[in-house]
């Protein structure tokens, strides 16, 4: 029998203004359910939670992150970053910050 561990995804939201939709989470379920069907993703909320084998890379997951991004157009908007917590290991898909500068 094989280990498994739980990798989740965080959608972060920075209060109302923040531009991440809820089917934006619905598209990335069922994206990375298509590149990787010999995983287990559940939603929680904006969460999503990942069931993958022991010896299974993150690497992986950001990689299929930013594809999804790239392929929604999105990737000038958010950027997926890894964190670490208590009991949680995954990504955070975050809203890139954009400087602007006015020239004279």
């Known amino acids: 029998m094989s280990e498994t561990k739980t990798i989740t995804i965080n959608i972060k939201a920075s209060g109302t203004t923040s531009k991440w939709k809820d089917e934006y989470t619905n598209d990335l379920m069922r994206s990375i359910s298509e590149m990787l069907p010999h995983i287990d993703v559940s939603r929680k909320g904006k969460e999503l939670e990942l069931t993958t084998p022991l010896n299974f890379s993150n690497r992986t997951v950001k990689l299929r992150i930013k594809k999804f991004l790239h392929q929604k157009g999105l990737k000038d908007k958010f950027?997926?970053?890894?964190?670490?917590?208590?009991?949680?290991?995954?990504?955070?898909?975050?809203?890139?910050?954009?400087?602007?500068?006015?020239y004279y």
């Open 79 to 102: 950027r997926p970053v890894s964190y670490k917590s208590d009991d949680k290991v995954g990504y955070m898909v975050i809203q890139k910050k954009v400087i602007e500068l006015s």
